[in-house]
């Protein structure tokens, strides 16, 4: 009979308006009762309906579950079986030998006081009857040598070997150091790292080593509970238990879901008193995560709600566009064409005088002995990351590049209509070198997929009077458009008022240094508030990331989050300190997107037409178009955050025109507007729920806003500068 412990939702942090993940004891009861008498339990997986639960040394049990309890279904050794084989991680893998019944199985040890410690046993199970056993197939382990000199984040050993079986990826997960409270003061001295492999073959042989060379990808996390124990992965995201039951006050009972993607904190699940025993294996089943503890029980965990912490970097904010695009149409209509704008993948901070004014901030504090323990922390972090983004600044980073080609690959595998033998791609890119790169990623992973697809690209600043207007070579670029982005216009003291309502600088800095009045005397507050959250916002998504989150507290983040946005809003959106130029540069992309589409339609092309550019440039855009919220227009600043939201328009995002075609009458043709993959509403009628427009009459519209534009800019541009 099942024990039921609690059924409560305690609230036990703040929530930010952008979803930080709350932490919460949830429904909690007993599932299953195993065997537990021999020695201590360790890793479970779970395969149909039986439960595999290992022992330390590598003996497993196998219950059948299918009538709601464990039944004994068998027993076996497995071959790698040792005293210094933990097992203490069971995860299936995606390849399974020659009439075997289930995947092989990848076995952690994991335990830092044996020799085995950097090990994971492949191994195939087999049953005859009720007869178990099984093979050792192949023995991975885990090289961290030469980790540092490739600027790879380190652990000190321990690794958890994690199976993404839906992806196809490897991941090994563990802390910098160890995640006991004895190895680290606080939390903010550690950080937990998970680093992606491929999954090595079985024909790779029966030993394979992994090093720095094999490192595919790295997260680094931060960190609130003690002990790590064990996880799966599910929809990708890292499930992992913590804590040592109620052994110990300060290491109970807790579990962590990590989204790999978005590189953050999804949900934090606090068990506490719930689960008293210590945790050592958890699996998604189903809708509930099973918890193994080191006892008979075997708990249930209800599923907890997933959030997005990471609204709060912007720009700078990663997604990874696991949705399918919304191409819904009317019957009979087919897509036909694809015109985009696009914005650059993952890339290093763009400011050049960012991380060397951080860096001489922290450097003077420590020099005069004024950095607090938290700020000393920060210089170490700063220290380490800094041969990854010296001389870096907007450079593309590898991460940028899989974005653009994992979306080639979405887009062949959603539009098999308009991308396939006889289409063609035509794409273009400002001569910044992140679009280019992003561009030639694109192009090239759509060349591999496929081949009878004619693909051209180019790269040139003649493509920025539609690319980026707002490009210092570009010819329509005038001495007023400069001022509206210099420290010299006028909206930039309006913006600073803005910043000190909503951020206690002093308070700030007195988190950071312990004589913040002499910072403040020495360093603007503001702009090194601004130059340490763009640091904090974009390091997680580097090649070696790295983790700044303590520099702000959630509160702080919203706010400084809130200062960015209203930058933005009053550089490119309908505030009246930009005299509209931020807003109406964008006729000129719109120009080109509705002639460029009038030459295809015309012609009967089928295919892509890809322009890369800029976050700025896309928001213009979608103020130009009035698309949803962004066209809205204000002079009050507190009320910018309820329309225009920079999180929008993550790292890699599209605006596309998806072009629809009547299959019984080619003349009649549809457009629907994308803003990555989600539809977008214009200030026109649509045709039907599927939310298209009918091409003559956005046509219209957007010749309207063009004509408009274009007499607006003429009319402001005789405007004095530093105007009033």
Not at 15 to 29: F, S, V
Not at 238 to 245: A, H, K, M, V, W
Not at 698 to 721: C, F, G, H, M, V
Request: proline share 5%; with cysteine.
């Amino acid at each position: 009979m099942r024990l039921r412990l609690a059924y409560l939702t305690l609230t036990l942090a703040s929530c930010l308006m952008y979803g930080e993940a709350r932490a919460t004891a949830p429904l909690c009861e007993v599932a299953y009762t195993k065997d537990a008498s021999r020695r201590s339990q360790q890793g479970m997986a779970l395969w149909g309906d039986l439960l595999l639960a290992f022992e330390h040394g590598g003996h497993c049990t196998v219950y059948d579950r299918s009538k709601g309890e464990l039944r004994h279904a068998g027993e076996f050794d497995v071959e790698s079986s040792s005293r210094g084989n933990h097992c203490n991680q069971a995860n299936f893998g995606v390849e399974r030998l020659p009439g075997a019944e289930m995947p092989v199985i990848y076995l952690s040890v994991a335990q830092p006081k044996s020799p085995l410690d950097m090990r994971c046993h492949v191994e195939s199970i087999t049953r005859k009857g009720r007869k178990w056993s099984s093979g050792l197939v192949q023995t991975l382990e885990l090289d961290t040598a030469g980790w540092a000199r490739r600027e790879l984040n380190t652990i000190f050993g321990a690794p958890s070997w994690l199976i993404d079986r839906e992806r196809g990826d490897m991941w090994v997960f563990s802390g910098r150091v160890r995640t006991v409270p004895a190895a680290m003061p606080t939390f903010a001295h550690n950080k937990l790292v998970a680093t992606r492999f491929r999954i090595p073959s079985l024909s790779e042989g029966k030993y394979v080593r992994l090093g720095a060379d094999d490192v595919l990808e790295q997260v680094v996390l931060d960190m609130d509970a003690y002990a790590t124990q064990s996880g799966c992965i599910h929809d990708g995201k890292l499930f992992y238990s913590f804590g040592f039951g109620d052994k110990y006050p300060v290491t109970t009972s807790k579990i962590r879901v990590y989204d790999l993607d978005r590189r953050c904190v999804a949900a934090r699940v606090d068990l506490d008193s719930l689960i008293r025993e210590e945790c050592e294996a958890l699996m998604v089943d189903g809708h509930r995560m099973l918890v193994n503890t080191n006892s008979p029980r075997i708990y249930s965990v209800a599923m907890p709600e997933m959030t997005d912490p990471t609204l709060s970097r912007g720009t700078y904010r990663v997604d990874p566009f696991a949705e399918p695009e919304d191409r819904t149409a009317p019957d009979g209509y087919e897509p036909f064409m694809i015109s985009t704008y696009c914005r650059h993948g993952i890339r290093h901070i763009d400011s050049a005088p960012v991380l060397p004014l951080v860096k001489s901030a922290l450097e003077w504090g420590d020099s005069a002995g004024m950095l607090t323990p938290l700020g000393t922390i920060m210089l170490e972090r700063l220290h380490g990351l800094w041969p990854t983004v010296d001389r870096r600044t907007g450079d593309l980073t590898a991460g940028g590049t899989r974005q653009w080609e994992t979306y080639a690959a979405k887009l062949c595998r959603e539009y098999p209509e308009v991308i396939s033998a006889g289409a063609t791609v035509q794409s273009q890119s400002t001569n910044v070198m992140r679009t280019a790169r992003s561009m030639e990623a694109f192009n090239s992973a759509l060349s591999r997929i496929c081949r009878d697809v004619r693909i051209t690209g180019d790269v040139s600043s003649r493509y920025h009077t539609w690319l980026n207007p707002y490009a210092n070579d570009c010819p329509t670029k005038l001495p007023l458009d400069e001022e509206m982005r210099s420290h010299d216009g006028r909206w930039y003291q309006l913006w600073r008022r803005f910043v000190e309502s909503r951020i206690d600088l002093h308070g700030w800095l007195a988190t950071i240094f312990t004589q913040p009045d002499s910072a403040a005397s020495r360093f603007d507050a503001i702009t090194l508030c601004e130059a340490m959250f763009t640091l904090s916002n974009a390091a997680p998504a580097l090649d070696r990331p790295e983790s700044f989150s303590e520099l702000f507290t959630p509160s702080q983040a919203e706010a400084m989050w809130e200062a960015d946005n209203a930058r933005q809003y009053m550089q490119k959106g309908r505030h009246s300190v930009n005299l509209g130029r931020g807003w109406q540069q964008a006729a000129r992309m719109l120009d080109n997107i509705i002639s460029c589409a009038d030459d295809d339609i015309t012609s009967g092309r089928r295919g892509l037409r890809m322009r890369f550019g800029h976050d700025g440039c896309l928001m213009a855009l979608l103020a130009l178009l009035e698309a949803d919220s962004w066209g809205t227009a204000t002079d009050n600043l507190d009320e910018v955050k309820d329309f225009w939201q920079t999180w929008r328009i993550p790292m890699a995002s599209k605006l596309s025109f998806v072009f629809f075609r009547n299959r019984s009458d080619n003349d009649d043709i549809l457009v629907k507007v994308l803003l990555n993959g989600k539809a977008l509403s214009l200030p026109i009628q649509p045709t039907g729920a599927a939310q298209c427009y009918r091409w003559p009459q956005l046509r219209s519209l957007a010749l309207s806003k063009i004509e408009s534009a274009y007499e607006a800019l003429e009319t402001s541009a005789d405007t004095p500068l530093n105007h009033n």
